[in-house]
């Protein structure tokens, strides 16, 4: 039997409090959220009380900065809601503004398990080889589609957009341009590229009729997020 899943819409204006509620004590990334909440509280009310609280808070940021491995200063404006599922590597520029019920990604992992199957990938495990073609023929064959599996788990229902790395500049001038922020759009564009691989790129040599079945297999990926696909054309 099919049951129908109505998924509740995420307000762009309206703070969810409660996706910042501590689960249990560890729990790194609403910890430290935590400690910029109540630093920020107290700031506001000032007093000798206030002033022996934020001493408290900003040990504890300290102390949860370095657990979660994110960089994210006490005097951030960040809306409420904000969700951390995998905090390390994150940063935050102090003079960022962030608005309600955010959801920020470094990297995709799992904020429960830190063994060797913490990352989603980790089912995969099994499928390494040194040889492109055969990895992949081990992929499809314990995880058929798996591409349009795994993203399907980050953009559910209620995402109106989903930018692109390879058109990550455009996308992100798209964003703010419907969102009704002001920016400076070429100075934007002037921006260089940083933390880019040195490593030089190898081209793909693709098994013809691999690249066609794979094809078959993603082709809901390929339609949802706008790349070309084999009928593109016809």
Same mark, same amino acid.
């Not at 899943?5 to 004590?25: C, F, G, H, M, Y």
């Not at 962030?98 to 398990?113: A, K, R, V």
């Given at each position: 039997?099919?049951?129908?899943?109505t998924?509740?819409n995420i307000?762009?204006?309206?703070?969810d409090?409660?996706?910042?509620?501590l689960?249990?004590?560890?729990?790194p990334?609403?910890?430290?959220?935590?400690?910029?909440r109540?630093y920020?509280? /107290?700031?506001?009310?000032?007093?000798?009380?206030?002033r022996?609280?934020?001493?408290?808070n900003?040990?504890?940021?300290?102390?949860?900065?370095?657990?979660?491995?994110?960089e994210?200063p006490?005097?951030c =404006?960040i809306?409420?809601?904000l969700?951390?599922?995998h905090? =390390?590597?994150v940063?935050?520029h102090?003079?960022a503004?962030i608005?309600?019920?955010c959801?920020?990604?470094q990297?995709?992992g799992?904020e429960?398990?830190?063994t060797s199957s913490?990352?989603p990938n980790a089912?995969l495990?099994?499928?390494?080889?040194?040889?492109f =073609?055969?990895?992949?023929?081990?992929?499809?064959r314990?995880r058929p589609?798996?591409?349009?599996e795994?993203?399907?788990?980050?953009t559910q229902p209620?995402v109106r957009f989903i930018?692109k790395q390879?058109?990550?500049?455009?996308?992100?001038i798209y964003?703010?341009r419907q969102i =009704?922020i002001?920016f400076?759009?070429e100075?934007?564009k002037s921006?260089?590229p940083?933390?880019?691989s040195k490593?030089?790129n190898k081209?793909?040599? /693709?098994?013809?009729?691999l690249?066609?079945?794979v094809?078959?297999?993603?082709y809901?990926s390929?339609?949802?997020?706008g790349?070309?696909?084999?009928?593109?054309?016809?």
């Amino acid at each position: 039997m099919v049951k129908s899943v109505t998924v509740p819409n995420i307000s762009a204006t309206e703070p969810d409090w409660s996706r910042e509620q501590l689960r249990r004590w560890w729990n790194p990334s609403r910890q430290l959220l935590k400690s910029i909440r109540k630093y920020q509280k /107290w700031q506001e009310k000032g007093g000798f009380v206030s002033r022996f609280l934020d001493r408290v808070n900003v040990l504890q940021h300290r102390f949860s900065s370095v657990v979660s491995g994110a960089e994210i200063p006490l005097n951030c =404006n960040i809306g409420g809601g904000l969700l951390l599922t995998h905090p =390390n590597g994150v940063v935050i520029h102090p003079d960022a503004s962030i608005g309600p019920n955010c959801l920020i990604f470094q990297s995709w992992g799992n904020e429960y398990d830190y063994t060797s199957s913490w990352h989603p990938n980790a089912i995969l495990n099994d499928c390494g080889d040194g040889d492109f =073609n055969t990895f992949v023929r081990k992929v499809i064959r314990k995880r058929p589609g798996y591409v349009t599996e795994f993203y399907g788990w980050y953009t559910q229902p209620g995402v109106r957009f989903i930018g692109k790395q390879e058109t990550l500049v455009d996308d992100l001038i798209y964003v703010l341009r419907q969102i =009704n922020i002001k920016f400076d759009e070429e100075r934007l564009k002037s921006f260089q590229p940083k933390h880019v691989s040195k490593s030089p790129n190898k081209p793909i040599v /693709w098994d013809e009729e691999l690249k066609i079945e794979v094809e078959r297999l993603e082709y809901a990926s390929l339609i949802r997020y706008g790349y070309p696909t084999p009928y593109s054309n016809k």
